[in-house]
């Protein structure tokens, strides 16, 4: 059953606010690639104390600005975007999007797509010259989506846990 996409008068994207983060956190743990936690866990999780410490730092920086997408008053996604300056092509600022999360029973209404369209806009106000993102190499049908937005796979990504 195919549903309608929703409008982006259905939808709110605003700055997350302390009270949004056990909501965040459950996002992204919902949207984790080997996702095995149970409700119950992913809620008492999203509890832990680190999540808000985190919160207040990203909160601080004015270089990150952490965002939750509304329906009807319910948190259901969330990203992040990060503001880096540097010195390729004379000093062109980057942005980097992530944890884009769409809570599960509202993926394929488009809400996605309003999120990266407000980061994008956001990016834009604030000098980004050159918008970047990653995501995990399971995730295929992400990885569509982003392609459909107009995202280039132009580069291969490397991580190190420190």
Do not use: C, W
Not at 120 to 132: P, Q, R, S, T
């Amino acid at each position: 059953m195919t549903r309608a996409p929703v409008t982006a008068t259905e939808i709110a994207i605003r700055r997350a606010q302390a009270g949004d983060v056990a909501r965040i956190a459950e996002l992204i743990m919902l949207g984790a690639p080997t996702q095995t936690m149970t409700a119950e866990e992913i809620r008492a999780e999203a509890r832990h104390p680190g999540y808000a410490e985190a919160f207040a730092e990203i909160d601080a920086s004015r270089d990150n600005a952490l965002f939750v997408a509304e329906r009807a008053g319910e948190v259901v996604g969330t990203f992040q975007v990060t503001l880096i300056p540097g010195l390729v092509a004379r000093g062109r600022k980057r942005g980097k999007i992530e944890s884009v999360h769409v809570a599960p029973e509202s993926r394929g209404l488009g809400i996605g797509a309003l999120m990266i369209r407000h980061a994008l806009a956001f990016a834009g106000e604030n000098g980004v010259g050159l918008i970047e993102l990653s995501s995990n190499k399971s995730r295929t049908d992400a990885h569509r989506f982003y392609r459909n937005l107009g995202f280039d796979q132009s580069h291969e990504g490397f991580k190190k846990a420190l």
